[in-house]
């Protein structure tokens, strides 16, 4: 949440200031020896207080500039130590004193989301897997062509193809560059709301089919085997027929 750009600047600019065995991350440099003060020999090993803080500061700036650090704001959530509370006003006062909510307000008049046209348009993904990504902070590779295409095409990436989805949602105040789109918060969750209604009557189509589907196998089945309890009487009908006309011949003879 920090600025690194910010920090790291700050930090380049203070290492200025380092000596040369500091200010370079090769070569190895013993702490202790540049922590000592100038004056000192090795006979005195006298050292302030000021002086040793200086010089440790100096070495953790060198470590800082060498490595790449990361820097993050951290709020406390109440004054009592407890997990899983929140108290409101206490949040808020951190989050007002840091910047958050300036940073948060700032972003949100810019283009927050910068999608590349071919995550945009995107025709390659299995149904599925797009039904599952598309939420309201989504952010992963969606679906939007369903918004303005058939779901049987396979449009293009391209710009055209770009604009008229974004004609088609209705969306106003967003700009296009060489490869990406540039989307303001409301605009991704308007999109995705739509995408969502799309996908929920495209679920209820596929269940109304598979209904469909599942009750004719169905009367299928049971159609053939009506047919074949039909056949079964019919041989058991045809076979006490014969039994009957063999008694009958049997008692003749006798």
């Known amino acids: 949440m920090g600025n690194l750009a910010t920090s790291r600047a700050r930090v380049t600019a203070a290492s200025r200031s380092l000596p040369p065995q500091l200010s370079s991350g090769r070569n190895k440099v013993d702490t202790m020896e540049m922590m000592r003060h100038p ?7 006298r050292q302030t207080v000021a002086s040793y803080f200086r010089y440790s500061l100096m070495d953790l700036l060198s470590k800082m500039v060498v490595g790449q650090p990361h820097f993050v704001r951290c709020i406390k959530p109440n004054d009592d130590r407890q997990a899983l509370r929140f108290t409101q006003e206490r949040v808020l006062a951190q989050l007002r004193y840091t910047g958050v909510l300036e940073t948060v307000n700032i972003r949100r008049q810019g283009y927050s989301h910068r ?21 309201l902070d989504s952010r992963g590779p969606v679906r939007y062509y369903y918004l303005a295409f058939r ?7 391209s710009t055209e193809n770009v604009v008229a989805i974004l004609q088609r949602a209705k ?3 967003w700009a296009l560059g060489h490869t990406k789109v540039f989307l303001k918060y409301f605009h991704v969750e308007h999109l995705n709301l739509l995408l969502r209604g799309v996908m929920a009557r495209v679920v209820v189509m596929q269940a109304y ?46």
């Open 39 to 45: 004056d000192e020999t090795t006979n005195m090993r």
């Open 115 to 135: 999608i590349p046209f071919d995550e945009f348009v995107n025709s390659e993904d299995d149904f599925d897997e797009a039904l599952s990504s598309v939420t």
């Open 209 to 254: 089919t598979r209904g469909w589907l599942g009750a004719r196998r169905y009367r299928k089945v049971k159609q053939r085997r009506s047919h074949g309890a039909v056949n079964l009487k019919h041989m058991k009908s045809e076979r006490e027929q014969a039994a009957l006309r063999i008694q009958s011949a049997h008692i003749l003879l006798l």
């Open 171 to 173: 969306l106003e105040h």
């Open 151 to 157: 779901a049987h095409q396979t449009p293009e990436t």
